[in-house]
């Protein structure tokens, strides 16, 4: 702002906050100034009233406007970065609501205009609707629109009256909330026409645009800071390299371009998470339909039944779901497998009519896969449900010799030499580091708890009633055509390997991920196929099933809704690192320099270098762990005189190798806490003049 803009807004405020200071307005603007949900509601009850879908309308419309304002407002206020009046100006009357976040703009007076722009238009939808309405409602209408307004424009100028926002940062407020329940608004007319004209995309559109604006919005304000390998891979993406020690570089690279636009941020990092989901969903809508097409009478709506199905059955499964905000390579990985795993339908479906027409798809394929091998290894199980497809399909061995499936091969392979050429100049460690994983060194060891707990795993991150039907509708829909047995080939053995190695080792929940892909498809076209002929019961356990998945995954976004205790709640371990990298921050600008941070896990070290006040170069000692990326980069061996802050979890004392190292180490326990819980409790050390120390040479991968 300008100087004369801001010494009127700066008048302003003053003539507002002291000038019309009185007794009413010290009691009640502190009352109304976050009473705008009460009150909005008592409109929404009106029109449930009147009619009950269109309250459902609106509660829908006003939820998508108000994620929509509060996302931008956020996005704004970190652009502005304007302090609150409080912050800068004395003698002000601050009566609540001291904000830990920016000024401008104000996301009450955003979010209470949006809501209301919404329920006004509901309002008139309603009156237009019903000739009906009687004189005395059509009178109501009319005051609770002009009721709307007094709420926004009383909570808009609360803000100001209590001290927590200037004039300015209210009127943009309105202004965006004005905008964003239009554009919902608009929306919403044009969607209305869509869905005449076909009604199943565009309930696909609506809740893929809804989903990815809440994720964003969620991303933004919500309770998770980076989990440990987001931090971990935005680490690798400040280095850029052919491969790293543990996956491709492929995640390194996208992290890189999402940090380009949006700068060492959690937007920057998880956004490009936000459309992985989305393109996933769309991929699988378009193959389940394709599909279905096959067997279906034609002009019928079951096609699109059934892409529409599986589509939302990707956004809603737990385990799938976490990945539309989380940016692990799980991410892109789901994306990657299932254009796989369409571009490899479309190459053989009209085998042997259009062989060779399809020699486009199949290299497609193969840079699909190819890419989906430096995303995440497990991409390579796609070669053996490939191969188990085309040997047991009588009519499709023939491919085996033809150019098409070999050409895919190839051009695989070749996507795949970065990390071969990486591997070469690093000993082989990836390769090593996969057969630590697998536990090859532990030989056959059988352990039966290690399989029910990796069923039990499956049953919690896919639900109970999907896994099941998942599991029937595979076998089922083998027996009829080569498509179901195609999706059958790429499920099925791929939980048999896990579920067999469980018997051997740990498997981890996400392992299996891949074979859910075709899972979605069959159990999508079984749906639609057998609904007819479904038992009511057998309904009821469907529609339970998805809502199942749909409590879970709402659990897992706002686990405090349910005070789920902390050794259940798998978000945990994505809380509590800002307020470490705040706290690392304060010690680190009272630390003489030279100095340099480190830890004795790659989780902290990571951690602490995205949350530490800018982004500083950590470390990570070995102490005796498995091997990691931090052990293939420089080192801080030979800082010899430098300081250093040395973070562990858990309340313990300093190793005494560390302490060799430094002439002097302080320690303190700093415990992060969510109100009355303890998240995680840090040993944070102090140490002066570090005497240097050996590098321990890697023997665990």
């Not at 543990?246 to 060492?264: E, V």
């Not at 529409?308 to 499964?317: F, K, N, T």
């Not at 060779?356 to 290894?377: D, F, N, Q």
């Not at 595979?474 to 469980?502: A, E, Q, T, Y």
Request: proline share 5%; aromatic share 14%; with cysteine.
């Amino acid at each position: 702002m300008s100087g004369i803009e801001n010494l009127l807004d700066h008048k302003l405020f003053f003539f507002i906050n002291r000038s019309l200071s009185n007794p009413f307005f010290d009691s009640f603007m502190p009352f109304i100034t976050d009473r705008a949900l009460p009150l909005l509601l008592t409109v929404v009850f009106f029109i449930f009233w009147q009619d009950r879908r269109k309250a459902l309308l609106a509660i829908i419309l006003s939820l998508s406007a108000l994620a929509l304002s509060d996302g931008l407002s956020n996005i704004l206020k970190h652009y502005f970065e304007r302090p609150r009046p409080f912050v800068n100006l004395t003698d002000i009357m601050v009566l609540a609501g001291r904000g830990k976040s920016f000024s401008m703009p104000s996301a009450h007076a955003a979010n209470t205009t949006s809501v209301a722009t919404v329920l006004i238009y509901m309002l008139s939808r309603l009156r237009s609707a019903r000739a009906s309405l009687s004189s005395s409602a059509s009178s109501l209408v009319t005051i609770l629109s002009g009721y709307l307004v007094v709420v926004a424009s009383t909570i808009a100028f609360s803000r100001v009256y209590i001290g927590v926002h200037y004039p300015s940062d209210v009127i943009a407020g309105m202004a965006i909330g004005i905008l964003t329940g239009l554009f919902i608004i608009l929306v919403f007319a044009k969607t209305e026409k869509f869905y005449r004209i076909a009604p199943y995309p565009t309930v696909l559109g609506v809740v893929l645009l809804v989903m990815s604006l809440f994720r964003i919005y969620y991303i933004f304000v919500g309770p998770l800071d980076l989990s440990p390998d987001e931090a971990q891979y935005w680490d690798w993406s400040r280095r850029l390299d052919l491969s790293y020690y543990s996956k491709g570089p492929a995640i390194a690279y996208i992290i890189a371009m999402g940090k380009t636009f949006l700068g060492n941020t959690e937007i920057g990092i998880r956004l490009p998470a936000v459309f992985f989901s989305l393109f996933s969903s769309l991929v699988l809508y378009q193959m389940s339909r394709d599909m279905m097409k096959r067997e279906a009478p034609k002009g019928s709506g079951a096609p699109e039944a059934a892409g529409l199905l599986s589509a939302l059955m990707i956004q809603i499964v737990p385990l799938f779901s976490t990945y539309g905000i989380v940016m692990t390579i799980d991410s892109p990985f789901i994306f990657v497998w299932s254009l796989s795993l369409y571009l490899f339908y479309l190459a053989q479906k009209d085998w042997p009519e259009a062989g060779k027409a399809r020699l486009l798809y199949w290299a497609l394929a193969g840079l699909t896969v190819g890419i989906g091998l430096l995303v995440k290894y497990t991409m390579s199980f796609f070669y053996l449900s490939a191969f188990l497809y085309l040997i047991t399909d009588r009519k499709r061995r023939g491919l085996l010799v033809h150019p098409g499936p070999w050409l895919s091969f190839l051009i695989s392979l070749l996507c795949f030499v970065p990390v071969l050429i990486w591997n070469s100049q690093h000993n082989w460690v990836t390769f090593l580091h996969t057969a630590g994983q697998a536990h090859l060194a532990d030989g056959m060891k059988i352990t039966i708890g290690r399989f029910f707990e990796f069923i039990g795993s499956q049953l919690g991150v896919v639900s109970p009633v999907f896994f099941v039907f998942i599991l029937i509708s595979l076998f089922v829909l083998r027996k009829k055509n080569s498509d179901g047995s195609l999706l059958f080939w790429f499920s099925i053995p791929i939980l048999l390997f896990f579920s067999l190695k469980s018997l051997q080792g740990k498997v981890q929940a996400n392992w299996a991920l891949p074979a859910y892909i075709a899972g979605f498809i069959s159990l999508s076209i079984y749906t639609v196929k057998y609904w007819q002929g479904f038992r009511k019961s057998v309904r009821a356990l469907l529609v339970a099933g998805a809502l199942i998945s749909i409590a879970i995954s709402a659990v897992a976004h706002y686990p405090s809704a349910i005070n789920l205790p902390l050794k259940m709640d798998p978000t945990a371990r994505l809380r509590g690192w800002e307020e470490l990298g705040r706290e690392v921050s304060k010690i680190a600008d009272r630390m003489p320099s030279p100095y340099f941070i480190f830890s004795d896990k790659y989780q902290v070290t990571s951690e602490l270098a995205f949350y530490v006040d800018g982004n500083p170069t950590t470390y990570n000692v070995n102490l005796g762990r498995r091997m990691n990326q931090y052990d293939l980069w420089p080192g801080f061996y030979d800082l010899k005189g430098y300081n250093a802050i040395f973070v562990m979890t858990g309340d313990k004392a300093l190793p005494e190798k560390i302490g060799r190292a430094f002439e002097r180490c302080d320690r303190r326990l700093y415990t992060v806490r969510e109100e009355t819980r303890v998240l995680r409790d840090y040993s944070i050390f102090e140490c002066y003049g570090f005497k240097g120390m050996e590098r321990k040479a890697a023997d665990n991968f």
